[in-house]
């Protein structure tokens, strides 16, 4: 080999081992550059005892050299309301943490507020402290912390009344049992876990007003939870369950928004809703098995399936919007109605009487190509049956096994404001608008709409608002 190649060689050997050398030491300057991928850490609303959802943050080592973090510590200690886990290592404080060149490490962090005297929402707070080479970086921490009632696998008996002095937050599940009723006043917010079903036996009296209703949703308040659907079970009124009410309820967010099991034992509808939101549902908004249902001006938007009627019932739905758009949580795949007298187990096929009256109500969804109609109406076997849709707005075509009358068909009902990237949904009526559903309903007992406007000009508008 000639001496320049020879000597080639050598400056190359030189430069890689000097770069491994610098590599493998330590960057001791005060100048060494770090990125710690947040400057503050916030928490929506926590529910004292509960604990939060886990966040993090990363420290990047920006330099060729290895870099030693003389201290990452959790200033308020062991008392703080914040936990921290450093890498994997759960501790207050760790000390000459080595991170090499070019990579990075994480910190993880959650909060658990203990309850105090107050009735509103508290603010707590720490901060953490990253020392290196003699300089001091603070990640800050601050959470909203709210009091409130926890009920744990809590079972209701006689009669009971909640106020909204605090929230209800529900674990394990709820139980008004069959000689029970509860009652809830308005303003109340009640929050249940992922694994607490609100299961009625008893009587559920919901009692709220308008700008004060009564709120039912998941007990996760973060902002990548907030407005997740299946959070929790839903509301379940079984077998023994009767008279039943929902004024000014919103409930959104569930499995399930509403489950029905079988007819009551009285004359009684099983469930009243008025002037009530149901939204978010993963899989259904209403869920009925021969039961019984009396809606008015209510709106159910946005679930998987919004109404699923089967194996019968009795059903009378009075200026009702609903309505599906797909989004990142929810793709429209279902008819947002659907009928049937007749119910399919593994033992086989059941039917019963089915009577259900549809006046006044918008069935509404995007034209996504998953579902051509909108309502469906399926029959089996000789049970009494009478379905019949009167002066409604619907998409597609018109519904088999049913009556039908002065109803308007795929129309676009010019709800106000859509935009399913933003999460908006208005479906209140463009004011500006000749929408088709305007001064088409029929004369009700009803007077007021969902906005708790009156409905006096003339006809009723379709649908649960009145333009």
Not at 55 to 66: A, G, M, R
Request: net charge neutral.
């Amino acid at each position: 080999m000639k001496p320049h190649s020879l000597f080639r060689l050598f400056i190359v050997a030189v430069i890689a081992l000097f770069s491994a050398c610098r590599k493998d030491s330590f960057n001791t300057s005060a100048d060494a550059r770090i990125n710690i991928t947040a400057d503050t850490l916030k928490y929506d609303t926590v529910f004292t005892t509960t604990g939060s959802v886990t966040k993090s943050f990363k420290i990047f080592n920006l330099n060729d050299q290895k870099l030693r973090i003389s201290s990452i510590k959790l200033m308020g200690g062991t008392t703080s309301p914040f936990k921290i886990n450093i890498n994997g290592i759960a501790a207050t404080e760790q000390n000459n943490i080595e991170l090499a060149a070019n990579d990075s490490m994480y910190v993880f962090v959650m909060v658990t507020i203990n309850p105090n005297a107050a009735n509103q929402p508290f603010i707590v707070s720490d901060s953490i402290l990253i020392n290196y080479n003699g300089n001091n970086n603070f990640v800050q921490l601050q959470a909203y912390g709210q009091n409130a009632n926890f009920l744990t696998n809590k079972v209701i008996t006689g009669n009971v009344t909640w106020t909204n002095n605090l929230p209800y937050v529900i674990l394990k599940g709820i139980t008004i049992d069959a000689a029970a009723t509860l009652t809830i006043q308005p303003g109340c917010k009640i929050y249940s876990h992922a694994d607490a079903p609100f299961l009625v036996d008893g009587t559920l009296i919901i009692n709220g007003v308008k700008n004060n209703e009564v709120v039912f949703t998941g007990d996760r308040l973060d902002n990548d939870y907030k407005d997740l659907p299946a959070s929790w079970p839903g509301i379940i009124f079984r077998s023994n369950s009767k008279n039943n009410t929902a004024n000014f309820a919103i409930i959104k967010n569930a499995y399930q928004g509403i489950v029905l099991v079988d007819l009551p034992s009285n004359s009684n509808p099983k469930l009243t809703l008025q002037q009530t939101i149901i939204d978010n549902a993963y899989d259904a908004g209403i869920l009925s098995s021969n039961s019984s249902v009396y809606a008015n001006n209510s709106l159910i938007s946005n679930c998987g399936s919004n109404i699923a009627i089967i194996n019968g019932g009795d059903y009378n739905f009075t200026n009702c919007t609903v309505t599906s758009y797909s989004n990142s949580y929810i793709i429209h795949k279902n008819p947002v109605l659907s009928i049937s007298n007749f119910a399919t187990t593994g033992s086989g096929t059941t039917t019963a009487n089915l009577s259900a009256v549809f006046r006044n109500n918008i069935f509404w969804a995007d034209s996504s190509g998953f579902v051509s109609n909108e309502v469906m109406v399926d029959k089996q076997g000789s049970n009494a049956f009478a379905v019949s849709f009167d002066n409604n707005l619907y998409r597609g075509a018109d519904p088999a096994n049913s009556t039908l009358n002065n109803n308007i068909r795929n129309q676009d009902p010019s709800f106000d404001a859509i935009d399913v990237f933003r999460h908006i949904y208005n479906f209140r009526i463009t004011q500006n608008s000749a929408a088709p559903g305007i001064n088409k309903g029929l004369p009700t007992a009803f007077t007021k709409d969902l906005d708790d406007k009156n409905r006096s000009n003339g006809l009723p508008d379709l649908g649960c608002y009145e333009k």
